[in-house]
């Protein structure tokens, strides 16, 4: 089902081109109002949530103009993460809840994500229903003036979404005897993390919190890690934490300062729920997740499959298999046993949780050995370059050469103007090969 303005987690762009303005956003608002005024006659409850972009003051109005003028009654929960948002839009029994975001990209770049009252993003099917009501004639889905939406702000979101967390686990979670770095990318995650950590005793060293509009994810967070490292040396910490823009990733640091990716993460807690026997079903990974994680899981005798990039697919293969487990290597982890979407806090408290009797990092996250792997992300003004007959041809040769000693992987990015190369073998130097041949046909 081709879509016109959705990716493969929502919808994404530079800020002031494209489809990413508040004209836009507007007409983004009030359709997505209008197919969940439809359902019913009554009036619908909407629920925004968004990171800390400064182009979130501009797209947030228009948005929140739009849902009002399709008659929903609309609460701004102001700076929350991803998976809050999905949280309070369940709690509040809201018809729809929708993330200002554009996740780990950098401050120029904003989008959406939209999700649905079980908490869920919503499916392909009514993503397309709302597209066809962004591209229809606006004046006919204005309502009367008496009918129009209110709105209103909610103070105390973050508050709201620590105490759902925090009641998943004992009431005697403590972490009074642990030091942990917490880097929140200058994010969505910024007055959560570092209040939700203090709240159950730890000793925290705070980076990312101090948000300008144009720092978010810039050198910092989950998708660069030396500061989180240099953090985690410096201070002798536990572990380190590092989210990214919305907080629905997680990469990890341990004491000895080493990276810890969503793969090993993924690994760590199977074994672990498994053995408490919590683990349902078996774990969805994704076309990225490394082949050494597959090995690991067939020792194990825990069922592996995979989906399609994106964690919306993930959850999607989980719902379809009833796995409670799933994630991508880029940190994107769902915990089916609590949440319904990644949440890099909570998958952190799930951790701390096993590590809280003293045990180390860095033997927790020992789990498997992964297969040496290369990613490439090329920059492209057209992502169509992959379906040209050069393209395909490259990849096809490039497969032949590295059949039986590796895999390879090209794709479009879903959220960047991007072409994605994934390779894997223990043969190096072949797999560079590979990988340039395929290169030369997209530069």
């Known amino acids: 089902m081709k879509k016109k303005y959705f990716g493969t987690d929502g919808i994404r762009g530079t800020v002031n081109q494209g489809i990413i303005n508040g004209e836009k956003f507007f007409k983004f608002g009030l359709a997505a109002g209008t197919h969940f005024t439809n359902q019913k006659k009554t009036k619908q409850i909407a629920v925004i949530a968004k990171d800390t ?37 369940k709690k509040m029994k809201a018809n729809m809840g929708i993330m200002i975001t554009a996740s780990h990209n950098p401050y120029y770049d904003n989008g959406l994500k939209l999700f649905g009252p079980d908490g869920l993003k919503l499916s392909d099917k009514i993503e397309k229903k709302i597209e066809e009501l962004i591209d229809s004639n606006t004046s006919k889905h204005l309502l009367n003036p008496k009918v129009l939406g209110r709105v209103k702000r909610l103070e105390t979101a973050n508050d709201d979404y ?33 209040k939700l950590l203090t709240s159950l005793g730890a000793k925290v060293i705070s980076i990312g919190v101090e948000p300008n ?14 500061k989180i490292k240099t953090a985690v040396k410096k201070h002798k910490a536990h572990l380190g934490i590092a989210l990214d823009g ?8 341990d004491e000895k300062s080493k990276i810890i990716d969503g793969d090993q993460i993924l690994a760590m807690l199977a074994k672990r729920w498994k053995s408490k026997k919590i683990l349902k079903g078996g774990v969805v990974g994704t076309l990225m997740s490394n082949y050494g994680l597959e090995q690991f899981f067939k020792s194990e005798k825990i069922k592996f499959i995979r989906a399609n990039v ?12 009833q796995y409670n487990l799933g994630g991508e290597q880029s940190g994107h982890i769902i915990l089916g046993k609590f949440a319904t979407t990644g949440d890099g806090l909570l998958v952190a408290l799930e951790i701390l949780f096993s590590l809280r009797k003293g045990k180390k990092a860095s033997n927790l996250f020992n789990v498997f050995k992964p297969v040496p792997q ?43 103007p991007k072409i994605r190369i994934m390779g894997e073998s223990y043969n190096i130097n072949l797999l560079k090969k590979c990988i340039l041949i395929i290169k030369k046909t997209i530069y």
């Open 53 to 89: 972009r400064l182009s979130g003051y501009t797209l947030e109005p228009a948005l929140v103009s739009g849902l009002a003028s399709a008659g929903m009654n609309v609460f701004t929960l102001g700076p929350l993460p991803t998976n809050g948002l999905a949280m309070l839009t």
């Open 162 to 194: 620590i105490k759902i967390l925090k009641k998943n686990f004992p009431n005697n979670f403590s972490l009074k005897k642990m030091k942990i770095v917490i880097d929140c990318a200058n994010g969505a995650g910024y007055k959560a993390g570092t």
């Open 213 to 226: 509009g144009l720092n978010i994810n810039e050198k910092c967070g989950s998708t660069h890690t030396n």
């Open 246 to 253: 919305d907080a629905d990733r997680i990469i990890l640091c």
């Open 310 to 321: 994106g964690d919306r697919y993930v959850k999607e293969k989980m719902k379809k298999y």
């Open 374 to 416: 290369i990613l490439e992300n090329i920059t492209v003004k057209n992502k169509n370059i992959i379906n040209q007959s050069k393209t395909k041809t490259a990849i096809n040769i490039a497969n032949k050469l590295i059949k039986n000693q590796g895999r390879l992987l090209v794709r479009k990015s879903g959220t960047e």
